[in-house]
């Protein structure tokens, strides 16, 4: 049973818009949820995170929702560049934070010039 | 530069062959995980160490065995009980609490 789901597998858009990704948790324990981005052939790298005592969390171009009631978080990136194509992965986890992560199966992202 | 060392890049296993791949990291990091990534799938965790000289099993160890004899090295065993081990495999680590910090992997096949 799949905790975490992102459910579209693909997602492409055209440089300079905004790129959604959405992810969807049944877990209601999950407490802190993070979002990494990988490319082929390297490991996942840290983007951006955020605890359930917030909606929102901003780094620069990247903005992650959290909607507790929906169980339910999106990654916004904006403006979408080129460099930003590669798997994303939402992951979350139960009381400790960075550790002991689920994580939901991916969205390739392709930013189009 | 501080970073998590995964090696090999790639490997290759016999039928019956036990096989270890090695993770390093010089972050002085206390926590470390393996995780399994299968094509078009998330990861999953196979074995994760909170302190040296102690691990615990994740959702699917059977197959995979482990040690952390020294803080700063996680080596998983990939053993002839493992019957589906064709994947990719990924360390990382993190201070308890923070974020994971994740090698570049180890893609592992069956001749």
């Known amino acids: 049973d799949q905790q975490v789901k992102q459910n579209s597998p693909s997602l492409s858009v055209q440089e300079g818009r905004i790129s959604i990704l959405n992810c969807d948790y049944t877990?209601?324990?999950?407490?802190?949820f993070l979002w990494y981005k990988k490319y082929p052939a390297e490991g996942p790298t840290f983007l951006i995170s955020i605890s359930s005592i917030k909606d929102k969390n901003e780094d620069g171009r990247f903005t992650v929702f959290l909607n507790k009631s929906a169980k339910h978080l999106s990654l916004h990136i904006v403006p979408s560049q080129p460099g930003d194509s590669a798997v994303y992965f939402c992951?979350?986890?139960?009381?400790?934070?960075?550790?002991?992560?689920?994580f939901g199966g991916g969205t390739r992202l392709m930013v189009k010039p | 530069d501080g970073g998590i060392t995964q090696s090999p890049k790639y490997l290759f296993r016999k039928e019956g062959q036990n096989v270890t791949l090695s993770c390093e990291q010089n972050?002085?990091?206390?926590?470390m995980y393996w995780y399994r990534q299968d094509p078009g799938q998330g990861l999953r965790l196979i074995y994760y160490s909170q302190i040296v000289n102690d691990f615990q099993k994740g959702d699917i160890a059977e197959g995979y065995s482990v040690s952390r004899e020294k803080k700063e090295s996680f080596p998983l065993t990939v053993t002839s009980a493992q019957k589906n081990p064709t994947a990719f495999y990924l360390c990382?680590?993190?201070?308890?609490?923070?974020?994971?910090?994740f090698g570049d992997g180890t893609r592992l096949s069956i001749l």
């Open positions: 990382a680590s993190n201070d308890w609490g923070q974020p994971q910090h």
């Open positions: 992951a979350a986890s139960a009381g400790n934070a960075g550790n002991m992560l689920t």
């Open positions: 972050l002085n990091h206390d926590a």
């Open positions: 877990n209601s324990m999950f407490d802190y």
